[in-house]
């Protein structure tokens, strides 16, 4: 079980809003910046969003990130088909001596 | 053009050692770090350690922590991670990533193809 939670799936038809949830602790999501990757089956994984809500060049503004606490959110507005895959939620974590932390994921399926 | 490459597929048996590569190509290799992420079969992510190529700090997973060495070469652009004393539970897509190189918890923005690793008797 991971110590981010995402949920583990998530739907939506073409053009509709989606967003998906991060939860953590002050230890990790809390005291520190949240990054999200797009992982499409059978290949690695891509930087989405990173610093919370900035976007690497060519990730398409469709994409923002969000942070509240020790909570943070991925918003996809006007889904696409190609925006069908895993989503996870990675953030340094304090304790333990340091360690980064990744969601468990949630695969998101354009209806 | 900026990537990664990694070497090819390994199968070990249980209680042997592995050592995968990741070849930078494209941006000043000691400029950066390397983080290493894995991936077993069907699960998330999970990440393995990080090493700064700029001062050769390095940081590891608890899990794997004393059966893990990372390590990189700048002449030839090349980050290594070993893995030791092998079990099935370490049975994974081995990645490796460009990563902050004071920041281990930095944004991964470059990720090599991915190298399978299956621990079998």
């Known amino acids: 079980q991971s110590v981010l939670t995402q949920p583990p799936s998530a739907s939506g038809t073409p053009g509709q809003r989606v967003t998906i949830s991060c939860s953590g602790s002050t230890s990790n999501i809390g005291d520190n910046d949240i990054n999200w990757y797009q992982q499409i089956p059978g290949t690695a994984p891509k930087l989405l969003i990173y610093r919370i809500n900035q976007r690497p060049s060519g990730v398409p503004d469709r994409f923002s990130g969000s942070k509240s606490g020790t909570s943070a959110s991925l918003a996809i507005s006007g889904l696409q088909s190609e925006d069908e895959a895993v989503y996870y939620c990675a953030a340094w974590d304090d304790n333990l001596d340091g360690r980064v932390l990744f969601g468990g994921g949630t695969k998101l399926t354009v209806l | 053009q900026v990537q990664l490459v990694q070497s090819g597929a390994e199968v070990k048996k249980p209680g042997a050692s592995v050592r995968v590569s990741c070849k930078a190509a494209?941006?000043?290799?000691?400029?950066?770090?390397i983080t290493w992420v894995r991936q077993a079969p069907g699960q998330g992510l999970e990440w393995v350690g990080w090493i700064s190529v700029y001062d050769g700090e390095t940081k590891y997973a608890q899990k794997v922590q004393g059966r893990v060495t990372i390590t990189t070469d700048i002449p030839t652009t090349t980050a290594y991670m070993e893995l030791r004393s092998l079990t099935s539970d370490d049975t994974a897509v081995y990645y490796c990533?460009?990563?902050?190189?004071?920041?281990?918890?930095?944004?991964?923005?470059?990720w090599g193809q991915g190298t399978l690793v299956t621990v079998s008797s």
């Open positions: 990533a460009r990563a902050d190189y004071g920041d281990p918890g930095d944004a991964f923005d470059i």
């Open positions: 494209g941006y000043t290799f000691n400029s950066y770090g």
